[in-house]
């Protein structure tokens, strides 16, 4: 991930989609960040809910500010009566910790996590709300490792930029970049608008699913 898109970040936001499945409204996400100067650190969270499928996952994290490499992680991931819970912490170079999944009536199934940092590892979510300020034009590609804290793995992946046409969302009509990302669990398509001479996130496509986040328009005053 490169060092100045990092930089570039503003000290604190907040992406709120609208999910889409089947071009129907059916949950939503709000990723935020913030910058915290004393520690070093950007911490963020995630808040998303499929509410047809009755899952709701909370996420509190932090990333290391100049590098996005993964500090720590929190989830708890809800579907119907069942609980997935995510804990690990960098220690010595290496995300330690587990997942315990739960469901009434059932003995509680747990794993470790001993994952190690790469020299470019950053935090899987941390890409998305970092993705519009990414150094990418049309064709340019990077590829690093990422840390994908709902399995407690790693995986290499890579982003591609690439024309993304004319779209329609929930906030009008966009000309944007699309980013390919490609290689982990679930590859995306994050499309990026440039409105009024600032990039941001206007629609996350699921790949392989009729699910799409599209940008909810801010309200005057915001």
């Known amino acids: ?28 996400m709000r990723l935020g960040w913030q910058r915290d100067e004393e520690s070093g650190l950007i911490r963020f969270y995630d808040r998303t809910m499929w509410a047809s499928r009755q899952i709701y996952e909370t996420l509190e994290a932090s990333v290391d500010g100049s590098t996005a490499a993964p500090v720590d992680i929190n989830i708890t991931f809800f579907q119907e ?14 995300m330690v910790g587990s997942r315990i ?35 990418l034009e049309i064709g340019d590609s990077i590829t690093f490792d ?5 399995w407690g793995s790693a995986a290499t992946v890579t982003l591609t930029a690439a024309d993304g046409g004319t779209i329609q969302t929930l906030g009008g009509t966009h000309e944007p970049i ?11 398509d994050i499309y ?19 699910m799409r986040f599209e940008a909810v328009p801010a309200v005057a005053g915001e």
């Open 146 to 150: 990422w840390f994908a804290p709902l």
């Open 81 to 94: 009566t069942a609980i997935l819970t995510v804990e690990a912490r960098e220690q010595d170079g290496v």
């Open 101 to 135: 999944f739960t469901r009434p009536g059932a003995d509680d199934q747990s794993a470790s996590i001993e994952t190690p940092v790469t020299e470019s590892m950053v935090m899987r979510g941390a890409v998305f709300f970092l993705a519009p300020t990414l150094p």
């Open 1 to 28: 991930m490169a060092a100045e898109s990092i930089a570039a970040l503003p000290d604190s936001g907040e992406l709120h989609l609208q999910m889409l499945v089947e071009d129907e409204p059916d949950g939503f």
């Open 192 to 210: 990026v608008s440039a409105n009024d001479g600032v990039r941001e996130v206007v629609r996350i496509d699921v790949l392989g699913q009729p």
């Open 178 to 188: 699309r980013i390919e990302v490609r290689g982990g669990s679930t590859d995306n």
